[in-house]
């Protein structure tokens, strides 16, 4: 069965650093470009960030470069986003996806990790 | 960025009625468009795909058509487990972008 699994939410104060992580169950990461897609109450989903089969190719959105960084470990068959210089606008939850190739539909996604900007 | 405007963002609806989602492209977005279902607390889950493919294990009351700006979801006869949000997303172009939802509420 496959499955996504992310972790790491939590509350930071503005400015501050969080790593989220999602772990992979029932298939290879290998064989998938992995997502990370956030969703603000009020405000829909926003995609944020992509990293392909070898994690050689990654792409973000314009509100996150620059502060967010997205990599993958083979061995623990798992992707991270370490989020950095964390904005209240940040908040949200965070998703993880999977699609077959670029530019493909995500098919499988994560339940969801919550992340809280806040003072 | 492509926009991708939804129509409506609530619907009200009754067991067995027949609903209809729109989605709409700022720009021509050939068949690069999903729709998903989305309840409280739970993952999103892919109900179709290529704007028309059924996803595998979907039921066939729902159905997807359109392409280029277009794009429509459509719920036939539905059941009380369809109760939910759906949202459209396009995968043409990076950024991929979302309509805003469709609440469908009893």
């Known amino acids: 069965e496959v499955q996504l699994v992310e972790a790491g939410g939590g509350v930071v104060q503005p400015g501050g650093s969080l790593r989220l992580s999602c772990a992979a169950s029932g298939f290879s990461i290998d064989d998938y470009v992995l997502h990370w897609v956030r969703q603000v109450p009020g405000k829909g989903l926003e995609w944020v960030s992509l990293i392909n089969w070898d994690g050689d190719n990654t792409n973000y959105a314009d509100s996150v470069k620059g502060r967010f960084t997205i990599s993958r470990d083979k061995r623990r068959n798992s992707m991270f986003l370490q989020m950095n210089t964390l904005r209240s606008e940040d908040s949200g939850v965070y998703y993880c996806?999977?699609?077959?190739?670029?530019?493909?539909?995500?098919?499988?996604w994560g339940q969801g990790a919550l992340v809280t900007v806040s003072s | 960025d492509i926009q991708m405007t939804q129509s409506p963002s609530s619907l009200s609806a009754s067991v067995g009625d027949r609903v209809t989602i729109t989605c709409r492209a700022s720009q021509g977005i050939r068949n690069d468009l999903g729709w998903y279902q989305q309840k409280p607390g739970k993952a999103p889950k892919r109900l179709i795909y290529a704007a028309s493919t059924l996803q595998s294990g979907v039921p066939s009351r729902f159905s997807g058509s359109g392409s280029e700006t277009e794009f429509t979801l459509t719920i036939n006869s539905l059941q009380p487990e369809d109760f939910a949000t759906y949202f459209c997303l396009q995968h043409n172009t990076y950024p991929y972008t979302f309509g805003q939802g469709t609440k469908l509420e009893i």
């Open positions: 996806a999977r699609a077959v190739g670029n530019l493909y539909s995500l098919d499988y």
